[in-house]
């Protein structure tokens, strides 16, 4: 009597995982994961409240350091900007609410979203002359360097 070597179905004949075993697991790893934090790992909540994240771009050049955040549909009031230290912290809530009426329907919505971004700034920003302008949704935060901090090229010369 002939024996077939038994072999475990779930792993190919190097003792790995086959193909469509290791593809089955990384598909139940997804579903539950998305069962113990439905949507948490969305930046811009699209309902419901929570934490999201602006863009924001940040320069410098010889004068000053020029930090960009969008923000599009945040009202002026609930933005605040304030320097701690060499950083630069922009925090604030987002808050939107629709209603509709018609024909015997009601329907209301309510959007929220707090934020809070800490941005390191270099030495040398003299943080009393700092220029916060609020236009189309973009803050600009102009923060211009001390005379000091401006840097300076040095020549290497050749011996």
Known sequence: MNLIPWRNKRESEGGELSPM?????EVDRL???????????????SWGGGQWSPAVDVTENDKEVTVCAELPGIEPKDIEVSVVGN???LSGEKKESTETKSKGVYQSETRYGSFRRTIPLPDGVDTEKVDARYTNGVLTLRLPKTPQAASKRIEVKVT
């Open 21 to 25: 075993v290791a593809l089955r697991n």
């Open 31 to 45: 579903f539950d994961s998305f069962v113990r934090e439905p949507f948490g790992s969305l930046e811009w909540p």
């Open 87 to 89: 950083q630069l912290i």
